[in-house]
């Protein structure tokens, strides 16, 4: 283990400009963005913020404005945080002596002293920020870049694969999956790689003919244009690459607005689905990844260009929107699950409950950091 984190560290290390920049430009950005939806409607709601942070610990520099918010960098750039008016961490745990001590004054503009609907749109700001975010970046993508295709045609199939059993022929194009239409070669592959082991039926055009064929995806290992290796269904095709086959679509801003929303719903879908595998035990949980992950996928991405690590940030923004909304007390699902009991209940939990809960948040937040990092050692060494 000691000389598979050597190995890690000395990945990362030699990738100072390649890893660690491409990285921080894209943590910062989902970082920015996450903290600006709870500041944003924080100011609206007429809550006082105290600090805005990018990341943790001492302060590395920092201004502040008009309203009298810290906005400062800090030296581990591992995440952020909104501090508030009446607040006693970054974690937004209330301070029971700085409540009791305040003026009916100080009380309008105390986080601890709105009601819970305000309190729970100001927390819910920041995943709804980040899926916003997403959006807006799919947006531009697909407007700036248009939309790129490949027809679903076949050009080789593997024998002893499961298109191979299937029937299917060099020159076939698939026209639907599961009578759902199929737009492009890409648009197939997504289906099939979430399905591995699933039998679909997919309409084909052969000639002047429609078939219909069925196949079950095998979940193989498959190594990207990186060398990272990932579990997907896998029908044992290839695309045929033929002039009329590749082409970009340009769209409209409307339709890219549309486009960018259908993708961002696909990476929360395929999230929550392999989530939900990881519990129900059909999908390994090694492919959860931490920081070092991220460094190493920003660094390889940026090799390709600016678009293409634009388009990791929106992915990584859905994924912290996601895991925010988790209900464990510290992250800001467990404050909409305590602000919930709140509304049922018509009083809040009480501190030492609150408390706990916090505790209990703290440990399985930090469970989840090191089982990350531990993956993140094993996939880096092994690469």
Do not use: C
Not at 147 to 156: C, I, Q
Not at 169 to 181: E, F, K, L, N
Not at 216 to 233: A, I, Q
Not at 273 to 296: C, K, M, N, S
């Amino acid at each position: 283990m000691a000389d598979a984190f050597v190995n890690s560290f000395n990945t990362l290390s030699h990738g100072l400009v390649g890893y660690i920049i491409p990285f921080l430009f894209v943590l910062t950005i989902v970082v920015f963005f996450h903290e600006l939806g709870h500041f944003l409607v924080a100011r609206w709601a007429g809550v006082k913020v105290l600090t805005f942070s990018l990341g943790f610990g001492p302060e590395l520099f920092g201004f502040n404005d008009r309203q009298g918010t810290r906005w400062k960098v800090s030296a581990i750039p591992l995440g952020g945080y909104v501090k508030f008016f009446g607040d006693d961490s970054e974690a937004s745990t209330p301070s029971s002596e700085t409540l009791a001590g305040m003026s009916e004054e100080d009380r309008k503009h105390s986080f601890h002293h709105k009601k819970v609907g305000p309190r729970a749109a100001i927390v819910a700001a920041g995943p709804i920020a980040n899926f916003l975010l997403a959006i807006a970046i799919f947006t531009a993508l697909f407007t700036f870049f248009g939309k790129p295709s490949t027809t679903a045609r076949v050009d080789t199939v593997q024998a002893g694969s499961a298109a191979a059993a299937a029937g299917f022929q060099s020159g076939d194009v698939v026209m639907a999956i599961d009578g759902d239409a199929i737009g492009s070669f890409s648009e197939m592959q997504r289906i099939v790689s979430i399905r591995a082991g699933e039998k679909l039926t997919f309409t084909v055009k052969r000639g002047d003919s429609t078939l219909q064929l069925q196949g079950t995806p095998e979940l193989k290992e498959v190594k990207d244009n990186f060398g990272n290796m990932h579990r997907l269904g896998v029908l044992g095709i290839t695309r045929a690459t033929n002039p009329g086959d590749v082409l970009t679509e340009r769209v409209n801003p409307a339709t890219a607005l549309w486009l960018g929303i259908k993708e961002t719903w696909f990476v929360v879908d395929r999230t929550l689905a392999y989530i939900g595998g990881v519990f129900a035990g059909r999908e390994a949980a090694d492919q959860v990844g931490g920081p070092l992950r991220i460094a190493q996928i920003s660094g390889q991405v940026a090799t390709i260009g600016l678009a293409a690590l634009v388009h990791l940030a929106a992915v990584l923004s859905i994924s912290i929107g996601l895991l925010n909304l988790f209900p464990v007390p510290l992250l800001d699902g467990g404050h909409l699950l305590f602000y919930t009991v709140e509304a049922v209940r018509g009083r809040p939990l009480s501190e030492r409950a609150q408390e706990m809960g916090f505790r209990i948040g703290l440990g399985l937040v930090l469970m989840l950091m090191v089982f990350a990092t531990y993956n993140d050692i094993l996939h880096l060494a092994a690469s």
